[in-house]
C-alpha cells in the first residue's frame, strides 16, 4: 500500500510520516521545500517527490504524478497562522480543490483532509460533527468550503472521503507564536513573568504525536467516513494546561494573566466531541 502524504514537512506532516514508517507503510512524501525535507529522519526512508501547489498545471495527471497512490492524506495549507487572511478564501481554496478534484478525476480512491475546529465559528460547548458549520473568518470559511465541493465530488466519482477537523496541538516543531513556544522561550531567557491572556477561555489539547497518530488510524480504515473531530474531549481551561505544562517540566514563572486580550476570532469555551473518532481508534 502506497500512502501520499502532501504538506509531509509541516507542523503535522513529520509525525504523519513517522507514524506511516511505524507501521510500515510504504510512503510517498511531498511538500515544496525538498531542503528541509532532506533533514528529516524520515528523507531517506520514503519516496520524495517536491511539488509546490502554486505550479499547479491541471492538464497535468497528478495521480500518476505521484506514482499512483493508495491512499492520499492531504495536510497542505498555506499562509498560517493568519487566520483573517483572504489568502485563504482566494487562493488557497481554488488552488486546493482544483488540485484534490485532479487527484480524484485520474484515479485516487481514498482521501483524507485535515480541517480545523474553526469551522464550528463561535459555536460553545461540546462540538460534534453533525453541527452546522459557522465559520467566522477567512480560513475557517475556506475550508468548510473545501470540505463541501469535495462532498459534492463523491456524486461524480466514487471515493472514500475523511475530513479530520484539527482542534489544538503542542509539542516539538510548532510554530514559534504558538502559546507553548512563548513560554519555553520566555524560560530559556530566564524570564521571570509570563504575559498571557486571562487564560479562562476552555479548549482541547492534544499532543501533535497523537493527533498524528489518529490521523494515519482514521485514514488506514473505511469503516468511519465523512467529518471526524480529531480531539482529547477533555475541556481545559487555557491557564490550567500552561500550569500543568510548567508541572511537567518542573519549571516556575509568574503568569501575567490578562496582559493579552482573548482572540476575537473563536469562543471562550469549546471542545471536540470524540464519540465518532471512538469508532475508529478502538
Not at 87 to 101: D, M
Not at 205 to 219: D, M, T
Request: hydrophobic share 35%.
Amino acid at each position: 500500500m502506497k500512502v501520499l502524504v502532501t504538506g509531509a514537512t509541516g507542523f503535522i506532516g513529520n509525525y504523519v510520516v513517522e507514524e506511516l514508517l511505524r507501521r510500515r507503510r510504504n510512503v510517498i512524501a511531498s511538500s515544496s521545500n525538498e531542503q528541509k525535507a532532506s533533514k528529516t529522519e524520515w528523507y531517506g526512508k520514503i519516496i520524495y517527490i517536491p511539488f509546490d501547489l502554486e505550479n499547479f498545471d491541471d492538464s497535468i495527471n497528478y495521480y500518476e504524478f505521484f506514482d499512483r497512490p493508495d491512499i492520499h492524506i492531504h495536510l497542505a495549507w498555506e499562509g498560517l497562522p493568519n487566520y483573517k487572511s483572504s489568502f485563504h478564501e482566494e487562493i488557497n481554496l481554488p488552488r486546493h480543490f482544483a488540485f484534490l478534484t485532479n487527484l480524484i478525476r485520474n484515479g485516487l480512491t481514498d482521501l483524507t483532509v485535515t480541517g480545523t475546529c474553526f469551522e464550528y465559528g463561535m459555536q460553545e460547548g461540546n462540538l460534534k460533527e453533525d453541527m452546522a458549520a459557522r465559520p467566522g473568518n477567512p480560513y475557517g470559511r475556506a475550508k468548510d468550503r473545501l470540505r463541501k465541493e469535495l462532498e459534492k465530488l463523491k456524486d461524480q466519482y466514487d471515493f472514500s472521503f475523511k475530513w479530520v477537523r484539527l482542534f489544538y496541538m503542542y509539542g516539538k516543531g510548532q510554530n514559534a507564536n504558538s502559546l507553548l513556544s512563548q513560554l519555553e522561550k520566555a524560560l530559556a531567557e530566564g524570564e521571570e513573568v509570563f504575559n498571557m491572556s486571562g487564560g479562562e477561555q476552555v479548549r482541547d489539547f492534544l499532543p501533535v504525536s497523537v493527533v498524528a497518530e489518529n490521523i494515519v488510524k482514521i485514514s488506514l480504515q473505511k469503516k468511519v467516513e465523512g467529518i471526524i473531530n480529531n480531539s482529547s474531549g477533555e475541556p481545559v481551561t487555557v491557564k490550567s494546561f500552561v500550569e500543568s505544562y510548567l508541572q511537567k517540566i518542573n519549571k516556575r514563572i509568574i503568569l501575567n494573566l490578562g496582559f493579552y486580550p482573548y482572540p476575537d476570532y473563536e469562543p471562550m469555551a469549546f471542545w471536540g466531541d470524540t464519540t465518532k473518532l471512538k469508532k475508529v481508534l478502538y
